[in-house]
């Protein structure tokens, strides 16, 4: 007996090593500063980390710790957030500004430290104060433990595309301007593909991002959309790709030959270099749903493009040029968007929980606001009244002297109030343009309003995408939870019809769905990690002015589900 008895306290011992073993701490610094650049026939200073743009990459296995120290040495207040990175009971690294903590001032730095759990592909960090996350953005990139695999072919090698916008502007003056005005802020003046505008833009001839490849390899690119406002298509000339992950979450391979990414959302793909031997031209350009009636939305149609040249190309070979979609094509659109399925069985695969403890519906738009003190609100139709966007009729304030992170962990009063509608105050036929004739719908209250969940529970939400002001696809993110996407849908959703819609074998799992303009769709998630959970539109220019929401999910039954306490370097408000 007392053999058996050692025996099994070696193997359990040889169990834990061996979890210890694949497991790293790993240890960086970002320093946040200026950095002066050339793009687009203008010298440039830019707020960048690491003297880099974008920002430094972080490779990272399943499992590992990061402890990432971020000194603000630039003239912003900022944060940065770990977009997509679950968060699993480290809520105060989570990093949007009054949400889990007030921003790091200039001068003054803060440590983020919080593990990769279950989780694997690719994500990325961002600034999450004001428009800051323009410039200062990098990949975070998942591989599996050590001795884990991929579930397909091992690629070889791997590259991160990093699809932005460029302004020929300071972008915190960008915002504020937009503020002031009470408009939405100026369109960008190029998209970008690891940085780089290419040689459709002035003066940049020789700023294109250049890959190269050797025939009959396969190669994993990571897309992120690190874009402040803007859907995009992305397309590789003559080549297909396979889909192999959203959002860090693995999928049925999907074969197609463009990529639809919104912002805050990733895409791995496998290219084979396939085709003979040459150069081609990789692109990115809008896709801008917008149909703006009360207010326009104005979008910039041009297009980035980089090249993968061929290892044996003639250096003179003029690439080829894909066919650019239209800005307008839905179609293609949501056909990317809805035929994405998840990979059943295989790594951190999550089964749809089908008994739901709290359903909301919630409607997401822009409307309108009474023209604040100091703002001039003349600039765009109807003159005297301010740009807002609300959910549920509610526009989002931001807490100014205590996080809701804060507020929710020592129980002070007077932040917040739980009192989200779970459902629209108001009933009106949402994706009917006329209802802009209805004035009282286009002006929703502002206050700081959030929804209270039980630990564990399961959330179900309908997001139903409204007309007032203009219809437009919004791209929504909630901040520690990845969540199934069970439908989506044109028009206003039918829960009499719609509801026989839901995938509950392998919808694909995400952190940011892109509700379809005029349209809808269902998301389901497990509230399993206590804390204050920011869910937003990933546009910039929509969420700075209160087309956002949050979660408080309680502590759970024991300690190991319960809120750790506060880091002592939290920053002050």
């Not at 990949?139 to 884990?148: E, F, G, N, Q, T």
């Not at 939305?297 to 003639?314: D, K, S």
Request: hydrophobic share 40%; proline share 8%; charged share 10%.
């Amino acid at each position: 007996m007392g053999r058996l008895v050692f025996l099994f306290a070696s193997s359990l011992l040889l169990m834990v090593a061996a979890t210890t073993v694949s497991a790293a701490i790993l240890e960086h610094s970002f320093y946040v500063k200026n950095l002066t650049v050339t793009r687009l026939c203008n010298r440039q200073v830019i707020t960048a980390v690491n003297d880099s743009f974008p920002g430094p990459s972080l490779r990272v296995r399943e499992g590992d710790k990061l402890i990432i120290h971020v000194f603000n040495m630039s003239p912003y207040k900022t944060t940065i957030h770990w977009h997509g990175v679950s968060q699993l009971m480290s809520a105060w690294s989570d990093g949007p500004e009054m949400i889990t903590q007030c921003a790091i001032r200039p001068g003054n730095n803060y440590t983020y430290n919080y593990r990769i759990t279950k989780q694997e592909g690719t994500l990325f960090w961002h600034a999450h104060s004001s428009f800051l996350r323009a410039t200062v953005h990098g990949a975070i990139i998942i591989h599996p433990r050590a001795r884990h695999s991929y579930p397909f072919p091992k690629p070889y090698r791997e590259v991160p595309i990093l699809l932005g916008e460029w302004w020929n502007a300071n972008v915190v003056d960008v915002e504020n301007q937009a503020l002031a005005l009470g408009i939405g802020p100026n369109i960008s003046n190029a998209y970008t593909i690891n940085g780089w505008p290419g040689d459709l833009y002035p003066c940049s001839q020789n700023q294109m991002y250049k890959h190269r490849v050797e025939q009959g390899k396969t190669y994993l690119l990571r897309i992120i959309n690190a874009a402040v406002n803007s859907h995009l298509f992305y397309k590789i000339a003559n080549h297909n790709m396979t889909v192999v992950a959203v959002d860090a979450r693995y999928t049925n391979p999907y074969v197609t030959d463009i990529v639809v990414i919104s912002p805050g959302q990733t895409v791995d793909v496998l290219l084979t270099a396939d085709q003979p031997v040459g150069s081609y031209y990789m692109t990115a350009n809008n896709y801008a749903s917008g149909s703006g009636t009360a207010v326009g939305v104005p979008f910039n149609p041009t297009t980035t493009r980089g090249v993968i040249i061929y290892q044996g190309a003639r250096s003179s070979t003029t690439p080829l040029m894909p066919v650019v979609p239209a800005f307008n094509d839905t179609p293609t659109a949501h056909k990317f968007f809805t035929e994405l399925t998840s990979l059943v069985g295989g790594p951190h695969w999550v089964p749809v929980p089908l008994n739901v403890d709290h359903k909301m519906f919630v409607t997401i738009g822009m409307g309108l606001d009474v023209c604040p003190p100091n703002v001039s609100c003349q600039d765009r139709p109807p003159v005297g009244a301010a740009l807002s966007g609300n959910m549920n009729n509610v526009s989002f304030v931001l807490p100014t002297m205590l996080s809701l992170l804060q507020a929710f962990f020592f129980n002070v009063g007077g932040v917040y109030t739980t009192d989200f509608p779970a459902n629209p105050p108001v009933q009106f036929n949402f994706t009917n343009p006329s209802i802009n004739a209805d004035l009282p719908l286009l002006f929703a209250p502002k206050r700081t309003s959030l929804t209270k969940v039980k630990f564990n529970s399961t959330v179900e939400m309908v997001l139903q995408n409204t007309a007032l002001i203009g219809a437009e696809n919004h791209p929504m993110h909630i901040h520690g939870f990845d969540f199934h996407v069970l439908a989506q849908g044109f028009g206003n959703f039918n829960p009499a019809t719609d509801t026989l819609k839901y995938n509950l074998f392998n919808p694909q799992m995400r952190n940011t769905v892109s509700v379809p303009v005029a349209g809808w769709a269902v998301i389901r998630f497990v509230a399993n990690n206590p804390g204050a959970w920011f869910m937003h539109c990933h546009f910039d220019g929509h969420n700075s002015v209160g087309l956002s929401t949050a979660f408080i999910v309680e502590n759970g039954p024991t300690p190991e589900t319960t809120l750790p306490s506060p880091p002592p370097d939290l920053p002050e408000c």
